[in-house]
């Protein structure tokens, strides 16, 4: 499994974009990249998954450069809602390949008023 | 709701006693995982389930923990003779699809606390 690597914590205002990166060097081609959120108390929530280049939906944008050793979650006008601990994770989609999912520490947000 | 269910959310168990920790998965999802997760730690694997066959469970501790899911739905995980070091909170996790890296959807978690 690719190990992946991403800041321990971070701070941001209300209103700022966010771009929390993640480094994972040995990647594997079939690999995918998929950030989870979580909330205290609750449950991991799956936000966004992508392969290359640049992926958005209504709650973020995941951008992959060419290379795919590093990749960025990048949350625009945060709000206070936002705080929680983000992961990023990579590993195949494949159905006949990983069974787990292999989380880190994440990384803490915190967005201040 | 249409969710990932766990019940208890919280159990409080004495050193030595069994406890039963239970999900209800998203109707018709294959997939199911277990995880525990300590205070301040990402969530660990513990086992996962394709329907009723319990495919993996590599991440199983010690022999004290046994998960089932009989009727590849509703999934029970046990531990036998608790230990302190069980303290945790265990969280459930299904799926559409096979394959850990399809979007798992998450429940509540069960905190366990062993005194």
Known sequence: LAKTTQPISMDSYEGQEVNITCSHNNIATNDYITWYQQFPSQGPRFIIQGYKTKVTNEVASLFIPADRKSSTLSLPRVSLSDTAVYYCLVGDMGSGSARQLTFGSGTQLTVLP | GAGVSQSP???????????????????????????????????????????????????????????????????????????????????????????????QFFGPGTRLTVL
């Open chain 2, 9 to 103: 959310r919280y159990k409080v168990a004495k050193r030595g006693q069994d406890v039963a920790l239970r999900c209800d998965p998203i109707s018709g999802h294959v997939s199911l995982f277990w995880y525990q997760q300590a205070l301040g730690q990402g969530p660990e694997f513990l086992t996962y389930f394709q329907n009723e066959a319990q495919l993996d469970k590599s991440g199983l501790p010690s022999d004290r923990f046994f998960a089932e899911r009989p009727e590849g739905s509703v999934s029970t995980l046990k531990i036998q003779r608790t230990q302190q070091e069980d303290s945790a909170v265990y969280l459930c996790a299904s799926s559409s699809r096979e394959g850990a890296y399809n979007e």
